[in-house]
């Protein structure tokens, strides 16, 4: 895979859950448990499906700079496992 093969940025319209005005950023990127799966749930039931695809390739292809934040609903230990999961499928 070359650089340019890359997932582009999500095109976002600004009123994502993780963006949306009075968002709390700590649900996608604090420590604890219930942060996280405050994100995880805005991500899955707020989110239109088109961009959270999007979100997840993007978090896929650029694994430091997505980090440890929740992304289209995925944790780090997710897309790890989703990484793997895609490299096994290409290599078979
Ligand atoms: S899927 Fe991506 S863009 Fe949508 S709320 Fe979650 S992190 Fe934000």
Do not use: F, Y
Request: hydrophobic residues 35%; glycine residues 8%.
């Amino acid at each position: 895979m070359t650089t340019t093969d890359l997932a582009p940025w999500p095109q976002l319209t600004g009123n994502e859950p993780c963006r949306a005005p009075g968002a709390d950023p700590e649900d996608w990127t604090g420590t604890t448990l219930k942060q996280r799966a405050n994100g995880q749930k805005a991500c899955l039931s707020g989110c239109p499906e088109a961009v959270r695809e999007q979100c997840l390739a993007w978090a896929l292809d650029h694994p430091t700079r997505a980090g440890s934040a929740i992304w289209a609903g995925t944790t780090l230990s997710d897309r790890r496992r989703l990484r793997a999961e895609r490299r096994d499928a290409a290599a078979a």
